[in-house]
């Protein structure tokens, strides 16, 4: 027990912290009832800090007020910790409860609680996982929604998801010229291999595109053999969802919104196997290609073919297909970026680092690997970012979203540190730049070229530690050579004089989904409860029903009302949950959230309803005077 070894105000900066006062009726000590709401949403989430003895004040600063008597906290705590109607698992150990002295009598009690790993998830409180499950969004605990619950579920459960056998479907699904490439690809690859001599039914279970429902016995399709092979049709059919979109984004000032775009419209089977086969060839179409001969044969792949490779089957094959969010890759002037519905099963600092193997689709992953595509030894990454930095390109971001959840891998083709950037930054700080180390100039032009740097890039760009990053970018606000946007684990940071980014703003076009057939993928999901959709009559008219009369939406719409200025993340979020179980028109939503409802309408509600979170009332007639919106929950 030693005096307390952080400072209050960096915790905030580095590491998700919520701050209890835990002081108990009498103001002696006790574990506060949230308590376990916050756990809950750190093990589901990203792990975080609990600290006992402290307040927060309105405007995010944490002062110390201590516990007078700290036994009366750590003992109930282990003893509810091994309590399953408490909580469904414990992830502490002793090293993850620490005492720190106040130096007036009093103590801090600082509670480290880990992310629980794919196999513990969900963690829940109360006994019931599908109303006892949190999760973490910002600085505020938030219950998940069922269908949240079970994905976890499945996700714990089901090694491989895509080796589920589809009851009904069968070898009339499958698109078989997808196939025979298939085949001719795999003996061009591996000529004597054994599966090439079986026939197309008995070669396709071989594959594992069919396989045995062990409770029922029946033999079936799996979702990877559709998935891989199937057809638009029948693949909407069981994954309702499914959307593959890819765009050739021009230069700025373009008139036009993307040079080719490719997505599932009919004129193409719509299966993951050629939209592989059509994307790499647009992927790789223009790029340089030097003379190079290894044993008298030319060798006509760079590093960078490797990388882009690597990158696109990673997409594929670790994708939820069961969430809304389409499966997206970008061609830019200046970027690749491939995002897949679904966070990642590991944590991003150790798929960085490679060693570990948990995909998502593992039956499509040996799939790839049979024909000379994808690794199945965790390696994929790693070696991408090896490839990328061979070629002294930024080392490309790998991000996670939470709701919606989707991961998102960017390959810049910019160098680290351009001359035409860092030219640009010396004419702005003058000499202040010149003094400055090569880390620092290295968060600035990063803020430059990105729109905006956080602790979390940096981590990825270079070995610091977390709490040093901190450090440095605290320096470089207090020199007023950054500004921070925002709090906790979201701050970021963007140079000094430089207007906020609208991280999403840049890519709305390249993350919409105007295809009319994937805006209406299951009509009579979208229409079952006709009663149901017309929730309140009178929410259609903005001068009957004014939702500020509503103390409920009005208490969900405060962390956006009442700041001045929000991340676009909170605001996507904050719509989603003020239009669950009920329509609301743009205007009602502008009067809730203080926010011009023509901007809310441009920047926020087309591209989520087009992102497929949010549905029309009016589906058929988008610009219908009377037209509103309400969050659009997955199918059953």
Not at 588 to 597: A, D, E, V
């Amino acid at each position: 027990m030693t005096d307390i070894p952080f400072n209050i105000d960096e915790l905030r900066e580095d590491i998700d912290t919520e701050a209890k006062l835990a002081a108990g009726r009498d103001g002696k000590g006790a574990l506060p009832s949230d308590f376990w709401e916050t756990y809950s949403a750190f093990a589901n989430t990203d792990g975080g800090v609990i600290l006992l003895g402290v307040s927060e004040k309105e405007d995010g600063v944490f002062e110390v007020v201590g516990v007078e008597e700290p036994d009366r906290v750590v003992q109930p705590l282990w003893n509810l910790l091994n309590n399953p109607q408490k909580v469904s698992r414990n992830l502490l150990t002793d090293a993850s409860v620490k005492r720190y002295p106040t130096g007036n009598g009093r103590w801090v009690i600082e509670i480290e609680v880990p992310c629980a790993s794919r196999k513990e998830r969900p963690v829940f409180i109360n006994g019931n996982p599908l109303t006892g499950t949190f999760k973490r969004l910002h600085s505020g605990d938030y219950r998940c929604r069922e269908d949240e619950v079970r994905r976890m579920i499945a996700e714990q459960v089901e090694d491989a998801r895509d080796a589920k056998v589809l009851h009904g479907f069968g070898l009339d699904d499958l698109n078989m010229e997808s196939v025979d490439d298939y085949r001719n690809r795999l003996s061009a690859a591996k000529p004597a291999h054994p599966f090439l001599g079986a026939k197309t039914p008995d070669f396709l279970r071989k594959l594992g595109c069919f396989g045995k429902d062990r409770n029922s016995g029946e033999e079936g399709l799996t979702l990877a053999g559709l998935l891989m092979f199937g057809r638009q049709e029948t693949i909407l059919e069981a994954v309702p969802y499914y959307f593959l979109d890819y765009r050739e984004i021009p230069v700025a000032g373009t008139k036009t919104e993307w040079d080719d775009r490719l997505v599932p419209d009919g004129t193409w089977s719509g299966n993951l196997y050629d939209f592989y086969r059509m994307v790499i060839l647009r992927l790789f179409r223009d790029l340089k290609v030097p003379f190079r001969l290894v044993r008298e044969e030319r060798q006509d792949e760079t590093p960078v073919h490797k990388a882009l490779r690597e990158a696109l089957i990673n997409t594929i094959i670790h994708a939820d297909y069961s969430l809304s969010t389409a499966l997206l890759v970008i061609k830019a002037p200046e970027y690749f970026e491939f995002r897949n519905p679904g966070r990642m099963r590991v944590p991003v600092a150790e798929a960085l680092e490679g060693g570990q193997s948990d995909c998502r689709n593992r039956t499509m992953q040996r799939m790839f690997s049979l024909i000379g595509m994808g690794e199945q030894a965790g390696s994929g990454i790693p070696r991408m970012l090896e490839n990328w930095k061979s070629q002294h390109y930024r080392p490309p971001e790998l991000v996670e979203n939470v709701h919606p959840e989707f991961t998102t891998m960017r390959l810049r083709t910019v160098s680290l540190l351009p001359e035409s950037v860092l030219t640009e930054l010396r004419e702005r700080f003058r000499g202040a730049f010149e003094r400055l180390g090569v880390n620092e100039r290295l968060a600035l032009a990063t803020a430059m070229i990105e729109g905006y740097v956080s602790n979390g890039r940096l981590r990825q760009i270079t070995e610091m530690h977390p709490r040093d990053i901190t450090l440095l970018l605290r320096g470089l606000v207090a020199g007023k050579m950054l500004d921070a946007d925002g709090k906790g684990r979201g701050t970021t940071y963007r140079v000094t004089g430089v207007p906020p980014v609208d991280r999403g703003a840049s890519e709305s076009s390249a993350h919409s989904n105007t295809n009319p057939t994937h805006l209406n993928v299951n009509p009579t999901h979208l229409n079952a409860n006709p009663t149901h959709l017309n929730v309140n009559p009178t929410h259609l008219n903005d001068e009957i029903f004014n939702p500020c009369e509503d103390l409920n939406l009005l208490d969900i719409a405060a962390k956006v009302r009442n700041t001045g200025k929000a991340d676009k993340q909170l605001i996507k979020e904050t719509i989603l949950e003020l239009c669950r179980d009920r329509f609301l028109t743009p205007q009602q939503l502008g009067k809730l959230l203080n926010r011009s409802y023509m901007s809310l309408r441009e920047r926020y509600i087309k591209q989520m309803v087009e992102e497929m979170l949010l549905e029309r009332r009016f589906s058929n007639q988008p610009s219908h005077v009377n037209q509103a919106y309400r969050t659009r929950e997955p199918s059953p």
